[in-house]
């Protein structure tokens, strides 16, 4: 496959688009995060999200640390071209850092933030270093 698709998205200035990590089936956000060219790129020849970590400036795999893995089952474009929609299958149920299954685990109540989602895995047992 050809890299010419890769220009139809509407890169930032920085290089960057954000990506939603939307659960097949449930329909859940996962989890934004961002991709460069290098990182949508390899998300499409391997199936398995990759991104673009901003704090660390280095491409990483999802589920490199954690075995978390994101594998993709469909990649959109949304209209202005600009925000990338991976439809991903979640390995292990959790995608966020804090051990839950949804990065969108605080909703707004009544002028404060409540915690909705439960600690699926304690963080310290995921991330073992």
């Known amino acids: 496959m050809k890299d010419g698709w ?9 290089g960057l688009v954000p990506a939603v990590a939307q659960e097949v089936g449930s329909g859940r956000v996962l989890t934004v995060a ?12 391997t199936g398995e999200a990759h991104y673009w970590s901003r ?13 978390h893995v994101q594998r993709v089952k469909a990649i959109r474009l949304d ?10 299958e979640q390995a292990g149920g959790i995608a966020c850092h804090t051990g839950r299954h949804s990065c969108f685990f605080q ?17 310290k047992d995921i991330y073992k270093r």
């Open 107 to 123: 909703r707004l109540d009544g002028g404060k933030w409540v915690v909705t989602d439960p600690v699926l895995k304690d963080p």
């Open 55 to 67: 704090s660390r400036r280095k491409l990483w795999r999802k589920g490199e640390e954690s075995g």
């Open 34 to 45: 961002w991709m460069n060219r290098e990182a949508l790129k390899k998300t499409v020849q």
């Open 6 to 14: 890769l220009n139809k998205v509407n890169w930032a200035q920085d």
């Open 79 to 88: 209209c202005d071209e600009d925000v990338i929609l991976l439809e991903v």
